[in-house]
């Protein structure tokens, strides 16, 4: 985020406080989230409770259409409903021109996403034993049954939908308005941050200033 913001690393300790500056997490770590209200006009918002932001809504809120300077979405995207597009476009419209998305889903170096559900639309989750079944029915009418799900941290809004492609990741970005899209690949020794592995890395994208 600080490079994106600031064109250079800096740890969030050492930020000026820079109350002019407007940000929203998406459930974000509290760990971080308390520092960045302290450093910034910053709002962590949820899905399952206030303040509320579901990302994926095509009727977002009109109060927050081009209001803040960065989002902070860490491994969200991966959990949102088809058609994802619309939670990109949604952090598009959400930043003010010249604003950041930082964003982390889990992602591979596939071409393609991976949909793990790609019929989804009328589903819930049922509980069996000790494990949980996803039960959807398809626009057709064909009902489908789903175990072995994946979740992170918890049942619920936390199922993963998908593993991201990383070129059509960027695509999707691209195609909601997205500029400068940057993929962190650098390890920073310097804070301690290094990436083992080429894939799932940071990225940041810009919403042009014009």
Same mark, same amino acid.
Not at 104 to 128: K, M, S
Not at 132 to 156: C, S
Not at 179 to 192: N, S
């Given at each position: +985020?600080?490079?994106?913001? *600031?064109? %250079? =690393? $800096?740890?969030?300790?050492? +930020? !000026? %406080?820079? /109350? ?11 760990? @971080?989230?308390? %520092? ?5 006009? @910053? ?26 300077? *960065? ?10 409903? &088809?058609?994802?597009? $619309?939670?990109?476009? &949604?952090?598009?419209? $959400? ?11 889990? @992602? ?27 039960? &959807?029915?398809?626009? =057709? ?13 918890? /049942?619920?809004?936390?199922?993963? +939908? ?8 960027? !695509? ?11 993929? @962190?690949? !650098? ?5 301690? $941050? ?17």
């Amino acid at each position: +985020m600080s490079v994106a913001l *600031f064109g %250079r =690393t $800096i740890a969030l300790p050492e +930020m !000026e %406080r820079r /109350p002019d500056t407007k940000g929203l997490g998406l459930t974000d770590c509290e760990d @971080y989230a308390s %520092r960045l209200a302290e450093k910034f006009t @910053y709002v962590n918002t949820f899905y399952h409770q206030e303040p509320r932001l579901d990302i994926s809504d095509p009727e977002i809120s009109f109060d927050l259409l081009d209001s803040q300077d *960065f989002i902070i979405s860490s491994d969200v995207f991966e959990h949102v409903t &088809n058609p994802v597009d $619309i939670s990109f476009r &949604n952090a598009w419209r $959400i930043l003010r021109h010249g604003g950041v998305l930082v964003l982390t889903v889990p @992602y591979g170096l596939q071409a393609e996403t991976i949909e793990h559900f790609p019929d989804l639309y009328d589903f819930h989750l049922v509980q069996r034993n000790d494990t949980y079944v996803l039960k &959807n029915t398809t626009r =057709t009418g064909e009902v489908q049954e789903f175990d072995n799900l994946i979740f992170h941290g918890g /049942p619920g809004a936390t199922v993963e +939908m998908r593993v991201f492609g990383e070129s059509d990741l960027i !695509e999707r970005l691209s195609k909601a308005g997205f500029k400068d899209i940057t993929v @962190y690949r !650098e390890p920073d020794f310097e804070h301690g $941050i290094w990436w083992p592995e080429p894939w799932s890395l940071p990225i940041s994208a810009r919403k042009p200033e014009h």
